[in-house]
């Protein structure tokens, strides 16, 4: 199967015109944006130039016929994007709309007008009419996306800069809108924080499928030593990180032959995601750590979480959908001396090595090591995360309210020394301490995902414009809101 995440972005293209403007723009439109969307490798999807007047859509027969046209190839199209060369013709957009009801992100660009160009052959008057089809879709209901400006040029870098973040939030949607979540093991016993719901997560179109611990252990050992793929599998552990020399050869088997216990239960169930029951029956029962397996399917671009925090794995799904690169899943942990914008994220040992970016040592866990004894725990990927921009994200059901909720923002990595073993994050954001209130006062979880890079606007624009999650970004500016006089 081919994952979303890893799938080529279709974009639905509509070129909007109204009929008694110079339609010259909406030729020079059609042909720029096909420019821009060839440079991110998005494949454009709309009707040969020839099918309308100007290869634009301006009337109901021109809406009718691309509305069959989408129609046709619902299950390609992840989100449109309708250029505005000149007004526009709202009823025309609006209908295209209504009759697809392709129910995917829409993106609305309108063109500038030029100072020496605004006689009655040459404006555009793009500016006036982005209103008029904004204003219909919200009559309709359709919700849409901005682009950075009101106006801007479709052959210019702020607006490939649009289309970029576009396809990243199309990819989000259309993969969490879709995502099958697999929860191998019981929720770990000591930790009620993990609880979610899976009915909640189901309105969202996300399928939880569900393992017992013990078939995947008795499929381990169900393992051949000649299999092909368990030879694979080691060679890819060897390489993966620094082995310490006490390692012995029994204990890197019984891990790659858990990793490919769980990778092929994954493929089987056309799993994008999972979390794992990762402490402490595994390791009493069958003799590893899952930690590693983890990591490297976090690295392959399917996020598992510990702990069977499934809420957890569908915010590390998310954020690695927005970014195109792995995520990991850390605890809030530590404070950070007395620096309030501090503080130190861990785990075990389960974050993706490129997440990590350095290569990592692959040992054993320590604090459960030292409690039922290390050769039991192989497959721990240990090192402290490089310096560099992140974001964060969590998701949690609050089954009080009937709702799934969430919160995201920004901040750093930095390259402060802490000396604790496992996977260290020394982690910088404005305000911490404002957003640990935020997160104590509001119900949410310990765990938080977290991915490289500054994606937070792709994520929050997903969530809660298209996906309707209530959402607190932390770092976001609050949009404007009407305000209601108190009328007596």
């Not at 209504?98 to 006689?119: C, F, G, H, M, Y």
């Not at 915010?315 to 914008?341: K, Q």
């Not at 059901?397 to 919160?407: A, F, I, T, V, W």
Request: hydrophobic share 40%; charged share 25%; proline share 4%.
């Amino acid at each position: 199967m081919i994952r979303i995440v890893n799938r080529r972005i279709s974009l639905g293209v509509v070129i909007g015109s109204r009929a008694f403007f110079n339609p010259a723009p909406c030729i020079d439109a059609r042909t720029q944006i096909l420019a821009q969307l060839a440079k991110l490798g998005v494949e454009a999807i709309l009707l040969p130039v020839d099918a309308t007047e100007n290869g634009a859509v301006q009337s109901i027969p021109d809406a009718k016929l691309y509305a069959d046209h989408f129609k046709a190839h619902r299950d390609q199209i992840d989100g449109l994007v309708i250029c505005l060369p000149n007004f526009g013709d709202e009823i025309a957009i609006a209908e295209l709309i209504n009759r697809t009801r392709l129910n995917v992100p829409i993106l609305l660009q309108a063109s500038n007008d030029e100072l020496d160009k605004v006689d009655v052959h040459s404006r555009r008057d793009a500016f006036c009419g982005k209103l008029s089809v904004a204003n219909n879709f919200w009559q309709y209901g359709v919700p849409f996306t901005e682009t950075t400006s009101h106006t801007c040029d479709i052959d210019s870098d702020e607006f490939l800069g649009d289309l970029d973040r576009f396809a990243r939030v199309c990819r989000t949607v259309r993969g969490l809108t879709s995502a099958r979540v697999g929860a191998i093991g019981a929720r770990t016993g000591p930790f009620q924080t993990m609880r979610f719901s899976e009915k909640l997560l189901q309105q969202s179109g996300i399928t939880v499928v569900t393992a017992d611990l013990s078939e995947l252990m008795a499929a381990a050992e169900a393992i051949r030593d000649d299999d092909g793929d368990l030879v694979s599998g080691l060679e890819r552990i060897r390489n993966y990180g620094r082995i310490p020399g006490h390692i012995r050869d029994n204990q890197v088997q019984k891990q790659a032959k858990w990793t490919l216990a769980v990778n092929r239960w994954i493929d089987e169930n056309e799993c994008d995601a999972s979390a794992i029951q990762c402490w402490r029956s595994l390791q009493d029962n069958f003799g590893c750590a899952t930690c590693l397996t983890m990591s490297m399917m976090g690295e392959d671009l399917m996020p598992s979480a510990c702990e069977v925090d499934v809420m957890g794995s569908v915010s590390m799904y998310a954020l690695t959908l927005a970014a195109g690169a792995p995520a990991a899943i850390l605890d809030w942990n530590n404070n950070y001396a007395d620096h309030v914008d501090k503080c130190v994220c861990t785990h075990c040992g389960n974050y993706p090595k490129s997440f990590l970016g350095e290569t990592p040592e692959v040992g054993e866990l320590d604090v459960l090591g030292e409690v039922i004894g290390r050769e039991k725990c192989f497959g721990a990927v240990k090192g402290k995360v490089q310096p560099g921009d992140m974001t964060y994200f969590r998701l949690s059901s609050d089954d009080r309210n009937g709702m799934l909720k969430c919160y995201l923002g920004e901040g750093e990595f930095t390259d402060d020394p802490f000396g604790m073993d496992g996977g260290i994050a020394v982690t910088k954001v404005e305000r911490l301490r404002e957003l640990m209130r935020f997160v104590t006062q509001n119900g949410f979880e310990h765990h938080v995902a977290m991915v490289r890079g500054y994606h937070a606007d792709v994520v929050h624009e997903a969530v809660s414009r298209y996906l309707r999650w209530p959402s607190y970004h932390h770092n976001g500016t609050p949009e404007p809101q009407l305000f209601f006089p108190n009328r007596k």
